[in-house]
C-alpha cells in the first residue's frame, strides 16, 4: 500500500498551528481523533483528515491525554478487548496505547461505562506487566 505521508504532514501542521481548544474531554469518553498516517503495523487514521476512534484512558492535563486506538475489525488474543455499540462489535487495540495531544481531538462519540473501563484498565496492566 503507497502511503501518502506528504497529505498528513500538511494536516500535521494545520493541527499544529491551531489553538488549544477548550474541550470537555474525560477518561473513558471515546472521540474521533487525527492519529495520522503511521508506519508499518501502527494503527492508521482513515479520511482526509486521518481520524480513528479511540479511548482516552487517562487525561494528564487539558493538553495531553493517552489513548487507545479503536477497530471495527474483529481480532483475538490478549492485545484486544471487545466493546460493544449499537449491536456492532469494535476492538480496543491495547498494543498501540499512545500519547495524544488533543489538538487531534475532532469530535465526541459516546462515553463507556465505568466497570467496563475499570476491566479495560486491567487488561492494560497485565499486558504492561507480563
Do not use: A
Not at 477548550?22 to 483528515?49: A, M, R, V, Y
Not at 469494535?90 to 476491566?119: A, D, H, N, W, Y
Request: aromatic share 12%; charged share 25%; glycine share 4%.
Amino acid at each position: 500500500m503507497d502511503k501518502n505521508f506528504d497529505h498528513w504532514n500538511r494536516e500535521k501542521k494545520v493541527l499544529e498551528s491551531t489553538e488549544y481548544k477548550p474541550l470537555s474531554f474525560h477518561e473513558q469518553d471515546i472521540w474521533w481523533c487525527s492519529i495520522g498516517l503511521n508506519i508499518g503495523d501502527e494503527q492508521d487514521g482513515k479520511n482526509t483528515l486521518y481520524e480513528r476512534p479511540v479511548l482516552i484512558l487517562k487525561k494528564f492535563n487539558t493538553k495531553i491525554v493517552w489513548v487507545i486506538p479503536i477497530t471495527s475489525k474483529h481480532k483475538t488474543g490478549p492485545y484486544y478487548y471487545p466493546v460493544f455499540h449499537d449491536g456492532k462489535q469494535f476492538m480496543l487495540i491495547l498494543s498501540q496505547l499512545r500519547l495524544m495531544s488533543v489538538k487531534r481531538l475532532q469530535r465526541f462519540v459516546r462515553k463507556i461505562p465505568r466497570g467496563q473501563f475499570k476491566e479495560i484498565q486491567k487488561s492494560l496492566i497485565q499486558i504492561i506487566l507480563q
